[in-house]
């Protein structure tokens, strides 16, 4: 095949195993150069051997393409399993919570609401306990290819967690690969240990507990309910190698229902099993010997040309005319998507982020940075024809970003076909009642009245990578210190020119005020956990700090920007508010 004069070439390596070299070492002088540049030179995490320990199933003669020729809508969209309990009862625990390498989060054993330390969680000990292990495997991805892929519990994506708001779990992860990884709940609720800090990694061969307590933060001394998450995702964030970790495949949904979205099921009014369906969109690149294409050296943002949902390649799926509940999740690294359905049906939209929305909204289309999730309804039983693709509209041509403005993007239709649906059988009678208007989750805002500091973050291209506030991501130094029960303003402030920054803070939701000066559009009027910047964006957010101390993290969500140091640290404790402490808490 045809190879284009490049980096690559000069490197000169077309073989798996050349490859992995090749990426280990440009990946340790990546870090070195980075870390040279923050003044802070090489530290004791050995940083190069542990690149080069990240095994990478890359080979380079993909720089133009996929050079595969495949048909597309030949495979089913698998469903990903859920994951069952190792044991269910406290009294049945398989081993003892904590006895692992990495042990456990604190609050395991006390258990106070760090607002007020004589509050105690309302939930129990946990009653399930599950085991999971990280490690690689070989995928169909692409009709008749086999593709080497890392994942948890080996497929990609991971099995699907349903866990009950309140009612917290213990997941003992193992890392059955040679590259230290740490998984992250997005959009959870969680204590630091056990939240996916970049550093706390689960070493090779090591073992984490993480302890997903499952808490409602509280507003006013009692669980918000408004505050309880739907659609969560997991991922690996180990530090420097996101980027390449989660292009291999390492990501999973978390779902979360709680008694009150229980109810709404229970009454029909939202779809449930087996009507209720994630989708993970990725997009990938592929070499010819059907191994994911990947270039450490490009810092600016990865980009496919495959869209792998549900881990295969443009399937098909196969729907009944009724109405189904859909939770889209954009897991790219750099790739924007805005979904549409072809035949320019509206969504009914009932969900950013996390968080299911006040109402039901209706959507023409669904922008979804990375990392960000929307929950729709679609309603089949109102589809004539027997075919309808779900596509991509959003014009992108490289890592930068969408073409356009947040708020005036280049678009086209028809986009690229990700699933075809194929509409079969009549109408289903007794379909669940949610429509636009339906009254879903109640939410409660934060008050100009309630802010105790106002924080302003810049992000920008600097010295060959991204900074914010011309800083580079400092693992030991918590750059802001919320009072913990506190409420701040944030102002994120795009200052990269055409550079688009999807800003994912971690542990709380946020709710944008304005964009731009202007009221967010509906959907991101409530609640998010991330925060999509295009350029010269600014975006005003409040947000509260509840629960625990940290330290965690906020970042872009381009895996390329966050593995090249726009992330920052934040780290509420009781006597804030206060910048750039030392971290209040460290758990290797
Ligand atoms: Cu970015």
Known sequence: MKKSISRRQAIGSISAAAAATTISASLGARRSRTRSRTGRGETSLDSGTRSQRLQAETVVDARTGTPIPFEKFTQEMPIPPVKQPLAVGKQNAPWVVGDCFHGV??????????????????????????????????????????????????IVPGPTFKSKGLEPIIVRTWNDTHFECSMHLHGGHNPSHGDGYPNFYILP???????????????????????????????????????????????????QID????????????????????????????????????????????LGDVYCVNGKAHPYFRVQRRKYRFRFLNASNARHIELRLSDARPFVGISNDSWLL??????????????????????????????????????????????????????????????????????????????????????????????????????????????????????????????????????????????????????????IQKIDGQAPPEEWAYKSDTCMLGPNTEAEIFMKFRTFTGPFVFHCHNLEHEDMRMMFVFDPIKDGPKSNQPLSAYYP
């Open 105 to 154: 989060a604190p609050e395991y054993y006390t258990r106070t609401v760090a607002e007020d330390p004589t509050l105690k969680y309302p939930e129990k000990y946990p009653e399930k306990y599950y085991e999971m292990r990280i490690r690689d495997a070989v995928g169909e991805v692409i009709p008749g290819v086999q593709t080497p892929c890392c994942g948890y519990d080996g």
């Open 205 to 255: 061969g090591q073992a984490r507990d993480y302890y997903y307590t499952n808490t409602i933060p509280y507003h006013h001394g009692v669980p918000d309910v408004g505050e309880a998450p739907s659609t969560m995702w997991y991922h690996d964030h180990g530090m420097d190698v996101t980027a390449h970790t989660c292009v291999l495949g390492m990501a999973g949904f978390h779902i």
């Open 259 to 302: 008694d009150f979205e229980q109810g709404l099921i229970d009454r029909n009014v939202l779809p449930s099993d087996p009507y209720d369906i994630p989708i993970m969109i990725a997009d990938k690149r592929f070499n010819s010997d059907g191994t994911i294409f990947f270039d450490p050296l490009d810092h600016n943002g990865y």
């Open 358 to 511: 006040p109402h039901a909204i209706e959507r023409d289309s669904i922008l979804l940075s990375p990392a960000k999730r929307a929950d729709v309804v679609i309603d089949f039983s109102k589809v004539d024809a027997n075919e309808m693709y779900l596509e991509n509209i959003l014009l992108q041509g490289d890592g930068r970003g969408p073409d356009g403005k947040l708020l005036d993007r280049d678009t086209q239709i028809p986009g690229v076909g990700l699933v075809k649906f194929i509409i079969e059988g009549d109408p289903v009678p007794g379909d669940c009642s949610v429509d636009v208007g339906t009254e879903l989750r109640e939410h409660i805002p934060i008050l100009e009245s309630e802010i105790e500091a106002t924080r302003v973050f810049e992000f920008h291209r600097r010295k060959g990578a991204w900074q914010i506030n011309q800083e580079f991501y400092d693992e030991f130094k918590s750059n802001a210190c919320p009072r913990v029960g506190s409420a701040e303003r944030w102002i994120l402030r795009n200052t990269a020119g055409g550079w688009w920054h999807p800003i994912h803070i971690h542990l709380e939701s946020h709710q």
